[in-house]
Nanobody, 121 residues
Framework: QVQLEESGGGLVQPGGSLRLSCVAS????????MGWYRQAPGNQRELVAA???????NYGDSVKGRFTISSDNAKNTVYLQMNSLKPDDTAVYYC???????????????WGQGTQVTVSS
């Protein structure tokens, strides 16, 4: 299977910046895409940003122009640079990947444990 290790969460002031990292490991045959979702208390999990192995990106409307997703395919790593942070960005951020592993015919989604991001004065 696939393990996702997230890092970089924490407390930041409004208007500040934070960078999240996620490393995928395991018996991975290939990765189709990696991305970030977030979930605030009482809310459903929502897309923040995603990037394909070819470099195409997709962003949630609320973060466009403020967040940037990037990846290092050789390291199976995805990053999320978060700028101009707002209190509404406060949530648990989850790393996600769609990958193929030995013994499973099709790609499947895998999730990290989540990392807390808190934007507050």
């Amino acid at each position: 299977q696939v393990q996702l290790e997230e890092s970089g969460g924490g407390l930041v002031q409004p208007g500040g910046s934070l960078r999240l990292s996620c490393v995928a490991s395991g018996s991975i045959i290939s990765i189709s895409n990696m991305g970030w979702y977030r979930q605030a208390p009482g809310n459903q999990r929502e897309l923040v940003a995603a990037i394909t192995s070819g470099g195409s990106t997709n962003y949630g409307d609320s973060v466009k122009g403020r967040f940037t997703i990037s990846s290092d395919n050789a390291k199976n790593t995805v990053y999320l640079q978060m700028n101009s942070l707002k209190p509404d960005d406060t949530a648990v951020y989850y790393c996600n990947t769609r990958a193929k592993v030995p013994g499973i015919l099709y790609g499947r989604n895998y999730w990290g444990q989540g990392t807390q991001v808190t934007v507050s004065s």
